[in-house]
């Protein structure tokens, strides 16, 4: 497998993320544009992304402009807010699977 892009405002969920695939070659991002700067240096073949950060919408976006700088590129969005909705329109800008976050009891 190559590189994997993490993308999420939340900073625990970041270090969560990091620590656990820490054996992997992860690259993490806080924001839509960290996240499209290192599309553009780095050749990644996974992106994972929440859908809601600060910037409005800026999870859509992202998938939208990543699947237009590769066609390839598997994309993941992982997102506590997984209703249909986002489902759909996630699928609609070019994810390939969407994953509902659930919180700890």
Known sequence: MGKILFVDDDETMR?????TMQHLDILIASSK???VNILKKEEISLL???LYMPEAQSGFELIKLAREMDEDLYIVVI???GTIE???K????????FI?????R
Not at 15 to 19: E, G, K, P, Q, R
Not at 100 to 104: L, N, V
Request: hydrophobic share 35%; proline share 3%; glycine share 6%.
């Open 86 to 88: 986002n489902a759909v």
């Open 48 to 50: 994972l992304t929440d």
């Open 79 to 81: 997102t506590g807010f």
């Open 15 to 19: 270090t969560a993320v990091a620590l």
């Open 100 to 104: 509902k976050r659930t919180s700890p």
């Open 90 to 97: 996630a699928v609609k800008y070019g994810s390939d699977d």
């Open 33 to 35: 544009e960290q996240a």
